[in-house]
């Protein structure tokens, strides 16, 4: 079994990645919004990959990443991040990085770096190779009415309450939210949100 830490300064993100992580063969260990939390957790409890997001509120993810390689040197880590650059790519690996995502790259392609670390096939590309790989515009558009009920299930509200606010049925807030499933290839309300945020097609709000 693959133990996975995930660490996310987003709540709805990490529900969303242990939701989407978990399946035959690998489970989330833990879900933290911290840096402190994660190399704690990392020194006492057995983990074989760390999802690592770069922004984290008490430490810069590099540092993060170095931090975690030189108490378990054998723990894989996975960049997932809003930044896609050649510079944040470079800067990544030589923190110690074993693989780097972009969160608008979606879960297809964290699947397929989580299953490159357990195996150990590596795929070898330069930053430059790996932004023009990942960096390909995203196609998928929501409609004004998708994002405005993406948007309130974002911040917490019942498929009654978004029916409510938008003089909507509950039947056309779930047809939505299925519609979106679709999409996103998602399997839940809380996966759909989180890969939205992924995909910046809604921002969560600052902390």
């Known amino acids: 079994m693959t133990e996975i830490l995930v660490v996310d300064d987003h709540e709805i993100v990490r529900e969303g990645l242990s939701a989407s992580l978990s399946g035959p063969g690998t489970r989330v260990a833990a879900a933290l919004g911290r840096g ?9 409890q057995r983990v074989d990959v760390v999802v690592v997001d770069l922004r984290l509120p008490d430490m810069p993810g590099h540092e993060l990443i170095r931090r975690l390689k030189q108490c378990r040197p054998h723990v894989r880590v996975i960049v997932l991040s809003t930044y896609l650059s050649e510079e944040s790519v470079r800067q990544a690996r030589e923190a110690g990085a074993d693989e780097y995502v972009a969160k608008s790259a979606g879960m297809a ?3 397929a770096g989580l299953e490159r670390v357990v195996t150990g096939t590596r795929l070898v590309e330069s ?8 960096g390909r515009p995203d196609t998928l558009r929501l409609t004004p009415q998708q994002e405005k009920v993406l948007v309130l299930a974002a911040s917490g509200a019942t498929d009654r309450e978004i029916a409510t606010t938008l003089f909507l049925s509950e039947s056309t807030v779930r047809f939505h939210l299925q519609r979106l499933k679709v999409l996103l290839g998602a399997r839940s309300k809380t996966q759909v949100i989180a890969e939205a945020f992924r995909r910046d097609l809604i921002r969560p709000e600052p902390l």
């Open 36 to 44: 402190d939390e994660a190399i704690a957790f990392v020194t006492e």
């Open 109 to 111: 392609e964290l699947r």
């Open 127 to 134: 930053p430059a190779d790996l932004v023009r790989r990942q």
